[in-house]
């Protein structure tokens, strides 16, 4: 078993994780970066599916902000807008790989497997059998651990009843009848693409309609602009203040910042997934799922609708699009007396103004520092803020060690040599 000590661990190589990495390169610290690159998006959302997010909202971060998604699109003659032109989940993928192969090339493609304390610091161990020594660590992992399922499909088999984050082709569905519960965008985005690979589809929404989101236009008036500012989390001022103030955020009481993150930006989809949805799967809105159950080969779902009506329903297989809920007691790599030890509010972690945990030198960033620093941090376009800030953290707490010179057959700090010279 091989042994290693850094400065610096970021566990993660999504888009919070490479921000961070390309802030902290040549600033003299040692720091190594343990993830597959992008594997997220690339493995646990459906080919064809577009972000929610406009194209100046969706970079990753580096100090001089110069490779942006506008700029890869230019380089590689991309189509490509500030606002409105939706993008493909293959073109920020392809971005974010160009990011990291140009700003952090040295991503390491193994998983942390368990991260403890040691004497000095913490103790990593990888899938590989290393074990490393590190004096800090920022978990960076993004939201692939707290996939959520309802309660109603405990116990169910993954050969019936799936996380709409376990499909990135949902074309072996073709042919075949498939429920699709939640009202936000995986669900819809997911019933989309699952009409369009030849599967029947059944879309099972407890909200009355579907929100859809409206469709952009850059071309506003002043008032227009006043009323509702755009921001990288949409348009009016609550998506403003929580992009421009999130430490004014974080002053607010911790019940109303709990609130906040939980209510504001729920389940929406883009405005160009309505086309490919409405007229074309069928839909249970207001409705609950009050049992599913194997019948044979099938899967037997009944459905209550507001007026306690229910239908029984018969399908292959289910998706739930239900979203994700932060539990750090999900991220199984935290060991259980270093988990004990971190503050937390409905399992998330209180941090402090660098993103730090109650553990001095644990770090949270991405979805898990939300309920801290509002709801940009469940969105990329919150990377560049985190990467800023953490780096500064983590560079102003080293002190390069000074160099030592023989002089006369004397060690002397090197400030002392340039005194006899």
């Not at 290693?4 to 970066?33: M, N």
């Not at 577009?50 to 590689?76: D, I, M, Q, V």
């Not at 236009?217 to 999130?246: F, I, V, Y």
Request: glycine share 8%.
């Amino acid at each position: 078993m091989s042994l290693a000590t850094i400065d610096i661990a970021i566990i993660g190589a999504g888009p919070y994780g490479l921000s961070l990495a390309a802030h902290l390169r040549d600033r003299g610290r040692s720091f190594r970066v343990f993830g597959s690159p992008m594997r997220f998006w690339s493995d646990h959302m459906p080919a064809g599916m577009c972000l929610k997010s406009e194209g100046f909202a969706s970079n990753l971060y580096e100090p001089e902000a110069s490779f942006t998604l506008r700029a890869y699109c230019a380089e590689n003659a991309i189509p490509y807008a500030d606002v409105g032109l939706p993008v493909r989940v293959e073109t920020f993928i392809a971005y974010a790989l160009a990011f990291q192969r140009r700003f952090v090339p040295w991503v390491e493609d193994v998983q942390v497997m368990r991260v403890a304390h040691a004497a000095r610091g913490f103790e990593l161990t990888t899938s590989a059998g290393e074990v490393v020594h590190a004096g800090q660590v920022v978990v960076a992992s993004g939201i692939a651990s707290f996939a959520y399922l309802p309660q109603v499909l405990d116990g169910l088999p993954e050969d019936v009843v799936t996380h709409s984050s376990q499909h990135g082709d949902l074309s072996r569905f073709r042919g075949r009848r498939v429920a699709v519960l939640g009202a936000g965008a995986s669900a819809v985005d997911t019933a989309a693409l699952l009409h369009q690979a030849g599967a029947a589809v059944e879309l099972i929404a407890r909200r009355p309609a579907i929100a859809f989101h409206n469709p952009p236009s850059e071309h506003r008036t002043l008032l227009e602009r006043l009323k509702s500012p755009r921001s990288g989390l949409g348009l009016g001022w609550r998506s403003r203040l929580c992009t421009d103030l999130p430490d004014v955020f974080r002053a607010l009481p911790e019940a109303m910042r709990l609130r906040i993150v939980e209510r504001h930006l729920g389940p929406a989809p883009g405005w160009f997934v309505r086309d490919m949805v409405v007229g074309r799967v069928r839909m249970h809105l207001g409705s609950t799922l009050a049992d599913a159950r194997i019948d044979g080969r099938s899967l037997l779902l009944t459905v209550c609708n507001g007026h306690a009506a229910s239908e029984l329903l018969e399908v292959d297989h289910l998706i739930a699009g239900t979203g994700y809920k932060v539990a750090l007691s999900r991220l199984r790599f935290l060991d259980e007396a270093l988990l004990a030890r971190i503050d937390r509010v409905a399992d998330t972690p209180r941090l402090g103004h660098h993103f730090e945990s109650s553990v001095p030198g644990v770090y949270f960033i991405g979805a898990a520092a939300a309920n801290s620093f509002g709801p940009m941090l469940r969105f990329a376009y919150g990377a560049g803020f985190a990467a800023r800030r953490v780096a500064r953290r983590l560079l102003s707490s080293y002190r390069k060690p000074r160099r030592k010179l023989l002089v006369d057959n004397e060690l002397a700090d090197v400030g002392e040599v340039k005194k006899f010279r």
